[in-house]
């Protein structure tokens, strides 16, 4: 205010004009006149602003600030605040407060801390142009059921939209579940170009921790996926998979007060939640729209379940029997062949751990995970692809 009165007394003085002490000032010139008639006219006094001690025309409603704060105490204590916000808005098509204003109330009454300042910028990757050129998949272990035992959570993410493709809870992360990932993304959208995973030992083969992978010796996965001709595309930094790592920190402050929300306390509820709710809400909130218009993905025509499993060679006993784990597959009679002694097969092992046998491309028999035979009506002559 001091310096307004100068400001004032120069111009009064004849050494300033109004557009001059406006800028001194910072403000307009046709504030500056404002304010010097005001002071004409009721002195310092004058130069005060009218609406110190007045509330705010803008203020929200009292009851209003109320059922806020009652709401994130209640019932979404475990939320950030921008899926507070988010929430608020979806319960109450009225609520038209902003996220910023939402986010202070909480900050000042305590319920959630001030967010550290961002680190230096650094540039991202560039997206792939078209969906389909290169998907991600990742697991992370977790408490997703609030109160409960760590989980896995596997999720399946397209690098040109972030689109999650598959999303699903797994007591452990391993071979069975990228198989999941994979078929329920060619299901879904169909075979796509590349795969970029981590370097455990279910993705790849490492000779010695630490070093290059070698990508001659292929495990169960890198396996299924020549067979499929996709490229399997090795990390070798966390910041190579940027994109799922910031997926992860979003599903963990997102995922679990949902879970918690809806009431789901069981692995198979919250898989049907996930796939059947979720993922949706989800894509529609965060997946961006491709650079280039157009897909790479191709649909697959094949049987998918017989390459999307796990392989193995073995010799049949004099007994007709295939020995596989700790069980013993008895091989029934077939018609192209009378037995099978000495005869090299191989086992098929799903992801759900049932079993098959086959004699080269012929289908010799089911069994469940526990090598108990699978009827069949008569022997057929079914081929895996």
Known sequence: MARIGEAIGRYNGGA??????????????????????????????????????????????????????????????????????????????????????????????????????????????????????????????????????????????????????SLFLVAQEGTASTFRGLAETIARKGLFCSFYTDRGSHYFWTPKAG???????????????????????????????????????????????????????????????????????HNARFAVTATEEGSAFVPFVGDITNILCAKHERVVSKDNCVRFEGLSLQIPAQRHRTHFVKANVRVHQYPGGELALFDGPRRLADYTADGVLIAREAPTNRSAA
């Open 211 to 281: 070093e290059e992978v070698d990508k001659a010796r292929l495990t169960q996965v890198g396996r299924a996926l020549a067979e499929l001709s996709i490229t399997h595309i090795p990390s070798y930094t966390p910041e190579g998979r940027g994109r799922m790592e910031r997926l992860w920190g979003t599903l963990q402050l997102r995922l679990p007060p949902v879970l918690r929300l809806k009431g789901v306390t069981t692995l198979e509820a919250a898989n049907r939640f996930l796939a059947e709710i979720y993922i949706a809400q």
């Open 16 to 165: 300033l004009s109004c557009v001059e002490a406006g800028e001194l000032l910072g403000m307009s010139e046709r504030h500056f006149r404002r304010l010097r008639d005001r002071h004409e006219a009721d002195g310092a006094e004058g130069l005060i602003d009218r609406r110190r001690g007045k509330a705010s025309g803008r203020r929200a409603p009292v009851d209003t600030i109320e059922w806020v704060l009652e709401q994130f105490r209640t019932r979404y204590f475990d939320f950030t605040a921008k899926h507070f916000h988010e929430a608020l808005q979806a319960e109450k098509p009225g609520f038209t407060l902003s996220y910023t204003w939402t986010k202070s109330l909480l900050q000042q009454r305590g319920l959630i801390g001030i967010a550290r300042g961002r680190s230096a910028h650094r540039k991202k990757r560039v997206r792939k142009p078209l969906p389909g050129m290169m998907l991600f998949q990742d697991g992370s272990t977790h408490e997703w059921l609030v109160g409960q035992p760590d989980l896995d959570l596997i999720g399946t993410l397209d690098d040109a939209t972030s689109e999650i493709t």
